[in-house]
């Protein structure tokens, strides 16, 4: 079903715009979701760029925050659209392995990809569960380091105005 908004007007001509450049044989597919990054215009630019250059190949979802909003889990090979702080998509991306983990099992490997802060594991502990904090505090629960994530790493299969991804 299409929204007949201006966002999901741009979304759907951006997705067709990526499905088109496609093998004929890969043609009919659909996105998962569109997308920001992060809360708020300035911090949906940020990660978008991170993306875009390559440096923010990973991210992760409180799996309470998830299942309360009754929100459907993704697959390894998924696309999204990623959209910048003024809702424009900027980015098609695709999931290349999903795990759950605790938030205290998150190694220095998944902080690194997640490419925010200095990408170290002891920013992204302090940072990440601050954010996820704030979440549970909507939630009613308690944050702690046993929080379930699900942490994803992804791949950025089309950029226009970027070297060719795909």
């Not at 966002?7 to 890969?26: D, G, I, K, T």
């Not at 990973?58 to 090979?77: C, E, F, M, Q, Y």
């Not at 170290?120 to 996820?132: C, D, G, S, V």
């Not at 904090?133 to 699900?150: N, S």
């Amino acid at each position: 079903m299409m929204n007949n908004d201006p966002v999901s007007v741009q979304v759907n001509a951006f997705w067709r715009s990526y499905v088109e450049r496609l093998p004929e044989s890969e043609r009919d597919r659909e996105y998962f979701e569109a997308f920001q990054f992060g809360a708020g215009r300035e911090m949906a630019n940020q990660l978008s760029r991170l993306v875009l250059d390559g440096i923010k190949t990973a991210t992760s979802d409180l799996i309470w925050h998830i299942d309360a909003n009754n929100k459907p889990r993704w697959g390894v090979g998924e696309e999204h659209v990623v959209l910048d702080g003024a809702w424009t998509p900027v980015a098609v991306i695709r999931t290349t392995e999903l795990e759950e983990k605790r938030f205290c099992d998150v190694d220095e490997a998944f902080a690194f990809d997640y490419g925010e802060g200095d990408r170290t594991l002891a920013w992204w502990r302090e940072h990440i569960f601050n954010w996820y904090a704030h979440q549970c505090r909507d939630l009613g629960i308690e944050p702690t380091e046993e929080m379930p994530l699900q942490c994803e790493r992804f791949e950025v299969v089309y950029a226009p105005g970027r070297v060719s991804l795909i």
